[in-house]
């Protein structure tokens, strides 16, 4: 993290300017897209996105582990350490973990609600046990605490024109689409991991059951009622964009450049899976870097107008004028 961005947010304890740090790197080294967005932010708050993603990531890292080192067992145990952590964080502002004190600390700034917190442990908790969701309405239930609740912690950094609450349906409905997008493009390694989060019901509806995915998965083999179950996922996720989208308009003009990049970036990997004739069993699709760049470059040009707009008028000439005369 720049020393400009924690010198402007106010963070001045070396312990806790390291831990901001750590959750920085977090989030560059895991959340390209989403760091890209980040740093179309007013300078001051990046330090707090940065933060709850930091958590975020460290949580589901636990969850995940990536390295196949830890069993099941472990891992709960691992997660329940982490959630004691960070329950005598939001109590304390102290923690043991870096991320858990970044992330108190952030809490306590923008007085966001603890409670969003302990709902997204409970889901990081459920990923040691659920391997499957029968309904969509069941994989809703899950993305309460796994991705509306980050759109709900979001919104006290990002500001808002209008009471929070219009808000933020919006804002929850962001998180789940960045989600479901996640889990399309991630169906392969989440398969791998023993996870499938499509509903049971759409893929059913089809003619796909996990076997048929795995022997994808095993083989490179493709099967056209796994793109027809594929195609129906994307057009379920780009509904809840949808919902979502009207909630930039109610943010603070200054980070809604931010917030429509990242919308935009995240779209643009829905593209890239149909590019790709939906072959998320084989291979993980990205946004061409070419239109990473050209989208961030759009949202630099947003940014200079939103501040435009924002800047306090200069004062009249003759006022000016007349300070100068009188020596003020």
Not at 127 to 133: E, G, M, N, P
Not at 212 to 229: K, Q, V, Y
Request: proline share 5%; charged share 30%.
């Amino acid at each position: 993290m720049t020393r400009r961005e924690l010198d402007t947010a106010g963070i001045t304890d070396p312990a806790l300017r390291g831990a901001y740090e750590q959750c920085r790197r977090l989030n560059a080294r895991h959340g390209k897209t989403y760091f890209l967005a980040t740093r179309l932010l007013p300078v001051e708050r990046r330090s707090a996105v940065h933060a709850l993603y930091g958590f975020a990531r460290w949580a589901d890292d636990i969850v995940d582990d990536l390295d196949r080192r830890q069993t099941p067992e472990e891992r709960d145990r691992l997660l329940r350490l982490l959630e004691s952590d960070l329950a005598q964080g939001l109590r304390t502002g102290r923690g043991n973990e870096p991320v858990v004190r970044a992330v108190a600390d952030t809490a306590e700034r923008y007085a966001i609600d603890p409670r969003l917190f302990a709902d997204f442990m409970a889901s990081m908790r459920s990923d040691l046990s659920v391997t499957d969701y029968p309904t969509y309405a069941d994989l809703r239930a899950y993305m309460h605490g796994s991705a509306a609740v980050i759109g709900l912690q979001m919104l006290p950094v990002l500001g808002t024109v209008v009471a929070r609450e219009e808000a933020a349906p919006h804002a929850s409905a962001l998180g789940v689409a960045f989600q479901l997008t996640n889990f399309l493009r991630d169906v392969g390694e989440d398969l791998d991991r023993g996870r499938v989060y499509l509903p049971t019901d759409l893929l059913a509806a089809h003619g796909v059951e996990r076997p048929l995915l795995e022997w994808s998965r095993r083989t490179g083999g493709r099967d056209p009622r796994i793109r027809a179950a594929f195609v129906e996922a994307e057009a379920m996720t780009r509904a809840v964009y949808r919902e979502a989208e009207p909630g930039i308009a109610m943010l603070d003009p200054r980070v809604r450049p931010c917030i429509r990049t990242a919308f935009t970036l995240y779209g643009g990997i829905l593209d890239a899976i149909a590019d790709d004739d939906y072959a998320v069993l084989h291979r993980r699709a990205a946004v061409p870097r070419r239109r990473r760049a050209a989208t961030a470059a759009a949202g630099v040009v947003r940014i200079t107008g939103a501040r435009l707009r924002t800047r306090p008028p200069l004062p009249a000439r003759s006022t000016v004028a007349r300070a100068e005369g009188s020596g003020r």
